[in-house]
C-alpha cells in the first residue's frame, strides 16, 4: 500500500536506519533505531504498544530481520514499509525533517563559545556517574517521555550518550514533541573520552 495511505492510519513510524542517514533526513514524527543487535531492546522500551507500526528502512531486504525484532518484544501489528526509501518520499515531494550531526570536537568548541547551549546526556546512571560533561543535564532516555517538560523547546541542545545510537532515539523522540533545535552528537562520550575532554565525575 502507498505510504501515504498507510500513515493517515496514524501508525508508529520506525526509521531503522543508521543515525547519519536519520539525521539527514527523516519522516516528521518517526522514531528512530537504528538497526542493529539493540533494535528489539530499545523498540520495546520506547515505541508505544498496541498501534500500526510502519516502517523505513535503508535495504528493503532487511524487513523480515526487522519484523522478527519488533515481534520479539511483542510489536507484531507492522501493516507496511516505505516502498522506495526516504529517496522516494522525498521524490514525492513529501515533507522532511532533520536532525544535525555534530563531533565532540564540534560541541567542545560550542561550548567553549556558547553560553545557551545545552548538553542532554541520556545514558544510564552508572555510566553518568563515571563521567559527564560538566554542567550537562541527565535524563536517561527511558525517561525522555515523562521527563521532557523540564526542557526548554527554544533552548538550543545536543543530546548526548556512549556512541551516537541512543542520544538518536532520543532526540527522535523530542523532536515529535515539537523540539527543533536538537543535535545528535556523534561518537558520543566514547568519542569525547577518546580524546580526553574534561570529565565530571560523581552525581
Not at 518520499?89 to 565532540?104: D, F, T
Request: proline share 5%; with cysteine; glycine share 10%.
Amino acid at each position: 500500500r502507498d505510504a501515504e495511505e498507510l500513515l493517515k492510519g496514524d501508525p508508529v513510524l520506525i526509521d531503522c536506519r543508521p543515525p547519519a542517514a536519520f539525521g539527514k533526513a527523516h519522516i516528521d514524527g518517526a522514531y528512530h533505531i537504528g538497526l542493529s543487535s539493540q533494535l528489539s531492546s530499545w523498540a520495546g522500551r520506547v515505541i508505544p504498544y498496541g498501534k500500526p507500526l510502519l516502517l523505513l528502512l535503508e535495504n528493503e531486504d532487511r524487513l523480515p530481520e526487522v519484523s522478527r525484532q519488533l515481534i520479539r518484544v511483542g510489536l507484531d501489528h507492522v501493516v507496511g514499509y516505505v516502498e522506495g526509501g526516504i529517496e522516494a518520499w522525498e521524490k514525492a515531494g513529501l515533507p522532511l525533517s532533520q536532525l544535525p550531526q555534530i563531533s565532540v570536537h564540534q560541541l567542545k568548541e560550542r561550548l567553549d563559545r556558547e553560553t545557551d547551549l545545552l548538553v542532554l546526556d541520556v545514558r544510564t546512571d552508572r555510566e553518568w556517574k563515571e563521567g559527564h560533561i560538566s554542567n550537562a543535564l541527565h535524563i536517561p532516555v527511558t525517561e525522555i517521555p515523562d521527563h521532557q517538560g523540564q526542557l526548554d523547546q527554544d533552548q538550543k541542545i545536543a543530546v548526548i550518550c556512549g556512541s551516537g545510537y541512543r542520544s538518536s532515539i532520543s532526540a527522535s523522540i523530542l523532536q515529535r514533541h515539537g523540539f527543533r533545535q536538537l543535535y545528535n552528537v556523534s561518537g558520543g562520550m566514547g568519542a569525547w573520552k577518546s580524546v580526553h575532554y574534561p570529565e565530571t565525575r560523581g552525581e
